[in-house]
């Protein structure tokens, strides 16, 4: 199978791309500090799309820097109906510039484009518009504790704020993190992933737009080990907020130790998506193709295990096995596309390594596992049976379009299963028995429980896992709690 590609001369984020991407530091557009530049490839096409400036610890100082002197100058003492009425219109300019918007987090991600213009750009706004009516509306509570004394709680911003954002939702998660943050009165140094930080860039310009004070917020794209550790390691930052794998979480922690920093974390997963014999298998089998083939499989929380009673096994197999062979593949621009490239050349290996790997545990490869073409990063989706629960591909993270699906005897055999990986993050299950879907919630490790769906995610609803999933939560009031410090005050009565 090969790709076809039609790119028009003059596209929405052209002018853009044209420019060298400098690094956003105080209101401005600079160049790093060492002059050193990244590319960054189409995974569609393996071409050169954009050439970026390469931070270093010495601009990352510059950053934070610039972010405190924000934190303690205009930012933390603007009133916050006016730092709400800020991110309004921030989101109006990204509504005005949505086609530019898209198509760079397009081209940058490999992500179709019909799922981004469905997903990821609303979700972008959403989230935007429903921080900036949270400004106004964070507050502490009086608490009653002795009658010579007004006791009362206020939460005050945590101060400068180091957001890391990963490669497969940059615009989606670059948002959940930028939007309660800077809603809170906090100032941010963000850290886009080196390979996507296309869209962060344009988001930040349009930032300044809307009139976000110089250096409220800062981008600095770069590799982790500097940029990443820089931010992690400087003694200036309050709060540092992560979205990516548990070894580098683990990674975060250590570094942050040094001055305490807090940290909300949201890391790997294998969930497991269970259904039952009882269930619409159609409503399921379709959910549960979404729910691992969905951005490729570069989901955190994809259904990449899906547990499977007997009774239905085979009936389930041959749904997945057909709705896979039937997924269009292609050009991310094209808006017919279902399935675009994996990331990179480095994660088409490594998910190629695990179609090797779960072959020889003994596992059935039903359709897909091969690279599909010579140009670009495309895998075919693969459907794996009689899968184990203890095989590696059952186990580990693969960050792919691979899903493994397991048998199961009865509802303790599920749970066993489902509950037996080092994640924790997202679970879903399926049957007409409402009992049984009510005690599986219950019992599931997981952050989030689907019932009868699967996959949806909501700004209002918290967000995150245990164990190696992560720590903490975001949406919701959850964030608001992540950038903020309760503070208890005392005043006398009788003076």
Not at 217 to 244: E, M, S, Y
Not at 466 to 485: K, P, V, Y
Request: glycine residues 10%.
């Amino acid at each position: 199978m090969s790709i076809a590609y039609n790119y028009a001369q003059q596209t929405p984020a052209a002018g853009f791309l044209a420019k060298p991407q400098q690094l956003l530091i105080d209101g401005r557009r600079v160049p790093s500090a060492a002059g050193r530049t990244f590319k960054s490839l189409n995974p569609a096409t393996e071409q050169v799309i954009a050439t970026i400036a390469e931070g270093n610890e010495f601009d990352v100082d510059h950053a934070v820097a610039a972010a405190r002197r924000a934190f303690e100058g205009r930012w933390r003492t603007m009133r916050a109906a006016e730092r709400g009425h800020i991110l309004l219109k921030w989101a109006e300019l990204l509504k005005q510039h949505a086609d530019e918007i898209v198509e760079l987090e397009s081209l940058d991600a490999g992500k179709p484009i019909a799922a981004v213009l469905r997903q990821d750009f609303p979700a972008a706004l959403d989230t935007l518009t429903y921080y900036a009516g949270w400004a106004d509306k964070i507050s502490g509570d009086v608490i009653a504790t002795r009658d010579d004394a007004l006791t009362y709680t206020v939460r005050e911003p945590v101060g400068v704020v180091a957001a890391i954002v990963p490669w497969n939702f940059p615009l989606m998660i670059g948002m959940w993190k930028l939007a309660p943050a800077l809603a809170s009165g906090c100032t941010v140094v963000m850290k886009p992933a080196e390979l996507t930080s296309l869209s962060a860039l344009r988001v930040g310009e349009l930032a300044h737009e809307a009139g976000l004070p110089p250096g409220v917020l800062n981008i600095v794209p770069g590799p982790g080990r500097t940029v990443g550790d820089a931010l992690v390691n400087h003694p200036d930052v309050d709060k540092v907020t992560f979205t990516g794998s548990p070894g580098v979480g683990r990674g975060i922690m250590k570094g942050a130790a040094g001055n305490f920093k807090r940290v909300s974390l949201e890391l790997g997963g294998k969930s497991a998506n269970v259904i039952f014999a009882d269930a619409d298998l159609d409503a399921a089998s379709k959910a549960a193709a979404a729910g691992i083939f969905f951005n490729a499989g570069q989901v955190c929380s994809a259904g990449s295990r899906v547990l499977v009673q007997e009774a239905v096994y085979d009936e389930v197999v041959e749904r997945l096995a057909a709705r896979a062979k039937a997924l269009r593949m292609g050009d991310p621009l094209d808006r017919a596309t279902a399935l675009g490239p994996v990331i990179s050349e480095k994660q088409m290996k490594s998910i190629l390594d695990y179609v090797d790997i779960g072959q020889k545990e003994g596992a059935l490869l039903i359709t897909g596992g091969e690279r599909v073409g010579s140009r670009g990063y495309f895998i075919s989706p693969a459907v794996f049976a009689n899968v184990k629960h203890e095989m590696r591909i059952s186990q580990e993270e693969i960050f792919g379009p691979v899903v493994s699906v397991i048998r199961f005897k009865d509802e303790a055999d599920a749970l066993r299963i489902a509950n037996g990986t080092a994640y924790s993050l997202a679970a879903g299950v399926w049957s007409r028995d409402i009992g049984r879907v009510q005690r599986f919630a219950k019992r599931a490790r997981a952050g989030t429980v689907w019932i009868n769906t699967y996959g949806y995610t909501d700004v209002r609803m918290p967000w995150g896992g245990e164990r190696d999933s992560g720590l903490g939560r975001e949406h919701g009031t959850a964030a608001i709690e992540n950038f903020t410090e309760p503070k208890a005050v005392w005043m006398n009565l009788n003076v």
